[in-house]
């Protein structure tokens, strides 16, 4: 009897069966659903489900005796993409110009599958409350809108800052991941406009990176 046919995966159940493969590469035994879970930062029914997809789809199998897991098809990490770290950004300049661009940083091709990514280097503590401290890298892809509560990069008035983005009936503000930090409204004399979307913090592969423009 063959093996069932593999199937296309989403990127969250592509991010734990390269857990699950690592962890048997390192320990020589499968994790279970908490240590999974644990690694993933995930719940242990959220694992089960994407671990019941990847059954499904070919890529594990399940013992009917022990019930152990089985890994039918490994995968490994693809190869590092470079994304530019941003500089300073002046208003009406395209996003990528060579004159922007203070370095690269390695990301995994997983992460920037589609659309046009840029990374900026985080300053300051307007965001530590969502995770982003001083230092960080943010990745962003390149789009011109964002649904109400996305964290976004965006241009004000000249300047660049990682806000999150808040709809409430006509009016438009930026609000800090710090309570030590007020919201910024947006008014209509202002020159804003959304840089991107933030998708990940800390994406790189390694390696070093240089400065760039204070958030």
Known sequence: MGRQKTESITPAQEELLLCLCHYVKQEKCIPSVRELGRKRSLSEATVHDQLQQLIQKGYLRREQESRKLEILKWIKESEPVQI??????????????EENISGYIAVEARLVRDGEYFALRVRGKSMIDAGIKNGDIALIRHQPLARNGNIIAAMLNGEVTLKRLKYQGNEVALIPGNAAFKPIPIKARDDFRIL????????????????????
């Open 196 to 215: 991107g979307l933030m998708v990940a913090v800390n994406p790189g592969a390694g390696g070093k990176y240089q400065n760039t423009k204070d958030l």
């Open 84 to 97: 530019p770290i941003l500089g300073e950004i002046p208003a009406g300049h395209p996003l990528l110009e």
